[in-house]
């Protein structure tokens, strides 16, 4: 059997601000070519956990290896793409065309003030296609939609040629027809690419159908390998502490 080696491997991880503990006893792996989805009530620690993974936050206690290094030690961060959270609120008079946005994600390539390369330009193309913001690249990023802006944004991310993808609540503001093209795009990236996603998210309907493995964080994690089975009504009113009312028969047509 051949060993395969996290991209992320948490053991016992806690993060506390002051007395307030955020994060308890974490421990969890992601493996390559994954499609995993966090989900969990606000303040419920999803945010800071990602944070912690990224190295923007230290824990409390615990470890955190990334690629099998230490966090503190890891330096390739360019095979992680990150999305954050209201990424896609541009400010419309924000002077920079999608080609501009999307060239940002190859800073971490180059040397600081060095010109595009070759490789930089094929990179950043190659991720606008993938995103199908291509025909949108001279356009001012603030006259886009909502949708297109987290398109631009996810190729802003994939222009480093990332192994991991990760977004937090991606679909924040963002139009139901938007997300499903969004949602068969992720897919695909997975499918195709083998990239591995991993996206914080409230949209419960979509996640038994595309997804490998759910993460419910409430300051400590539950990981459930049959994400089908886990949205029941009573686990998700035990995660959010209310009474939940699912829709089972809830679908996404890619």
Known sequence: MKFTLPIFDVKNLCFSIGDQEILSHISLEIFGAEYIAIIGPNGGGKTTLIRVLLGLEKPTRG??????????DFKEWHKIG????????????????VEDVVNMGRTSQRKLF??????????????MHKMDVYDLKDKMIGTLSG?????????????????????????????????????????????????????????????????????????????????????????????????????HNHKHEH
Do not use: W
Request: glycine residues 4%; proline residues 4%.
């Open 82 to 97: 990150y999305v954050p959270q209201r990424a896609t609120h541009v400010d419309a008079n924000f002077p920079g065309s």
């Open 147 to 247: 949708g297109q802006r987290q398109r631009v944004m996810i190729a802003r991310a994939l222009a480093s040629k990332p192994e991991i993808l990760i977004l937090d609540e991606p679909n924040t503001g963002v139009d139901m027809t938007s997300q499903k093209k969004f949602y068969a795009l992720l897919k695909q990236l997975n499918k195709e690419e083998k990239i591995t996603i991993v996206f914080i998210t409230h949209d419960i309907g979509v996640i038994a159908d595309d997804i490998a493995r759910l993460f419910t964080i409430n300051q400590k994690a539950i990981i459930c390998n049959n994400p089908k089975e886990a949205l029941s009504c009573e686990e998700m009113s035990a995660l959010y502490g209310i009474e939940a009312h699912l829709l």
């Open 114 to 127: 060095s010109r595009m390369s070759k490789e930089d330009k094929a990179c950043v193309k190659d991720a």
């Open 63 to 72: 470890e955190a290896k990334i690629f099998g290094k230490s966090i503190k």
